[in-house]
């Protein structure tokens, strides 16, 4: 097997290396990742700029630019051959609900997606790298079990609880669950006393009943979501249709 790998941590980030440990038995493995952190970076490309693309002494690759565009710098211009599966993350911390829309880490694995290749995004459920190692080995674990049984291309969304290995033993399909409105954005000032604001945090859960990812990921289980790209609101094209009729 061919796998690409990316994040939206950095290439320098413990979770892309210890993914790509992990995976590194079992599949020719490429990585081309941002050159910094780029999270929330979403879908985005950068068109207002050319991306550069080097080479790390580790053999990664990093690019000054999104998860996106490395993905896509990737299968369009640095690979000679289509991987068999494209990769994302692990992230520092989880991509759950409606994260899942500003995730670089779900990103990445989108943009695999597009190109008609299976796609996983993998995060921890909660942040600070504890147990990454662990989580690895589970990420891989799943790729052997699950890369064969899903219609392709699929898109996968995986958050995985921060515990020691032999206690990672419960995987279940989720759905998406839902978040409270964001906080409000943060003032402050610049060291000239410009008004500046932070993006502040996300908003409580709202939706985190039994079958989300994030009732999964509270009672210690692995959740995966899979994920379409499609937006049509589909149940309202009728209503549309005669509203313009």
């Not at 500003?102 to 942040?127: D, H, M, N, R």
Request: charged share 20%.
């Amino acid at each position: 097997m061919r796998i690409l790998i990316s994040n939206d941590d950095g290439y320098l980030a413990p979770g892309i290396n210890a993914l790509a440990d992990a995976l590194a038995p079992i599949a020719d493995i490429v990585v081309v990742a941002p050159d910094s952190n780029r999270s929330g970076a979403s879908n985005s490309l950068s068109l207002d700029r050319p991306l550069s693309v080097q080479r790390a002494a580790n053999g990664f690759y990093f690019v000054n630019g999104t998860p996106t565009d490395c993905v896509h710098v990737a299968l369009t211009g640095v690979l000679d051959y289509r991987p068999d599966l494209v990769v994302s993350g692990i992230n520092n911390g989880p991509n759950m609900g409606d994260d899942t829309l500003y995730s670089g880490t779900v990103a990445a694995a989108t943009e695999g997606y597009l190109f008609g290749i299976p796609a996983i995004a993998f995060s921890q459920g909660a942040f600070g790298w504890e147990h990454i190692d662990d989580a690895a080995r589970h990420a891989r674990d799943i790729i052997e079990r699950y890369y064969e049984t899903l219609p392709r291309p699929y898109l996968l969304n995986v958050n995985i609880p921060n515990r020691p290995y032999a206690h990672l033993t419960e995987v279940v399909a989720t759905r998406l669950g839902k978040r409270h409105q964001s906080e409000p954005v943060i003032r402050s000032q610049d060291p000239r006393g410009k008004e500046i604001f932070w993006i502040g945090p996300p908003g409580a859960t709202k939706d985190a009943g039994e079958g989300t990812d994030f009732f999964a990921c509270a009672h210690g289980r692995t959740s995966i979501t899979p994920l379409q790209v499609d937006l049509t609101h589909k149940s309202q094209l009728a209503a549309l249709e005669k509203a313009l009729a």
